[in-house]
């Protein structure tokens, strides 16, 4: 398990080095805000490894890092319910 954590968390630093300071999830109609953020990327949750993927409807499934507010920060543009389980593909 903390191998594959070790992988997620390599491959999101490549693309954004920056660590965020604080983390959203941004629930159902709450997506847009993380569009606000500057010097932003966006990495869908598909192209994580083995990061799990959203299944629900509406859930647009990035990871986005830049800043908001001008304070470095995380955000889940949907995210995985408990229901759904652990699904990874990678």
Avoid: C, W
């Avoid at 992988?7 to 300071?21: D, G, K, L, N, Y």
């Avoid at 869908?44 to 830049?66: C, E, I, K, Q, W």
Wanted: no cysteine.
């Amino acid at each position: 398990m903390y191998t594959k954590i070790q992988e997620t968390v390599s491959a999101i630093v490549a693309r954004h080095p920056e660590p965020p300071v604080v983390g959203l999830i941004l629930g159902s109609g709450l997506g847009s805000y993380a569009e606000t953020f500057q010097d932003r990327t966006v990495m869908p949750f598909d192209t994580l490894p083995h990061f799990p993927r959203s299944t629900v409807a509406g859930h647009v499934g990035n990871l986005v890092l830049g800043k908001a507010e001008g304070i470095p920060a995380a955000a889940l543009q949907g995210r995985v319910h408990f229901y759904e389980g652990t699904r990874s593909k990678k």
